[in-house]
């Protein structure tokens, strides 16, 4: 949102500059509208913060599950490359089959996943210095 502001700032000065003249007068019709652009940004941020506390808190699974979900989805693909597929492939091994499953790519998934473990560190370093902003 902030790089939407940014890119107007330009294109509202140019305006400013050809319709008022007095610098002061037009610096500070430029910075309330920066301001207000930030307040409107804030605020929509704060909306989808509420959002998502109504869905975590909702009682359907198809609603506050959403994002338990793909956290087992990734952890079933790790469990899968890691664990079962190899298994299976040296049990198939050890039948004299031929037979070789191949290994989910989990090229797309590793993403998703690091970002949620890196967002529940952050969360475990911010209680444990006790900086977290409990409410």
Same mark, same amino acid.
């Given at each position: 949102?902030?790089?939407?502001?940014?890119?107007?700032?330009?294109?509202?000065?140019?305006?400013?500059?050809?319709?008022?003249?007095?610098?002061?007068?037009?610096?500070?019709?430029?910075?309330?509208?920066?301001?207000?652009?930030?307040?409107?940004?804030?605020?929509?941020?704060?909306?989808?913060?509420?959002?998502?506390?109504?869905?975590?808190?909702?009682?359907?699974?198809?609603?506050?599950?959403?994002?338990?979900?793909?956290?087992?989805?990734? $952890?079933?693909?790790?469990? #899968?490359?890691?664990?079962?597929? =190899?298994?299976?492939?040296?049990? *198939?091994? %050890?039948? /004299? &089959?031929?037979? $070789?499953?191949?290994?989910? #790519?989990?090229?797309?998934?590793? =993403?998703?996943?690091?970002?949620? *473990?890196? %967002?529940? /560190? &952050?969360?475990? $370093?911010?209680?444990?210095?006790?900086?977290?902003?409990?409410?």
């Amino acid at each position: 949102m902030l790089s939407v502001i940014s890119a107007l700032a330009g294109p509202i000065s140019k305006l400013l500059d050809k319709f008022i003249e007095d610098k002061d007068v037009k610096n500070q019709l430029a910075h309330e509208i920066s301001t207000m652009a930030e307040r409107h940004a804030q605020e929509l941020a704060k909306g989808q913060l509420e959002v998502n506390k109504t869905e975590a808190a909702h009682k359907s699974m198809f609603v506050a599950g959403w994002r338990p979900a793909v956290g087992w989805v990734c $952890v079933l693909g790790m469990f #899968s490359n890691f664990i079962v597929i =190899p298994m299976a492939n040296f049990g *198939l091994a %050890l039948a /004299a &089959m031929d037979i $070789v499953i191949p290994l989910i #790519s989990t090229g797309e998934m590793m =993403p998703v996943l690091m970002g949620m *473990l890196g %967002l529940g /560190a &952050m969360r475990t $370093v911010e209680k444990v210095k006790k900086v977290s902003r409990e409410k």
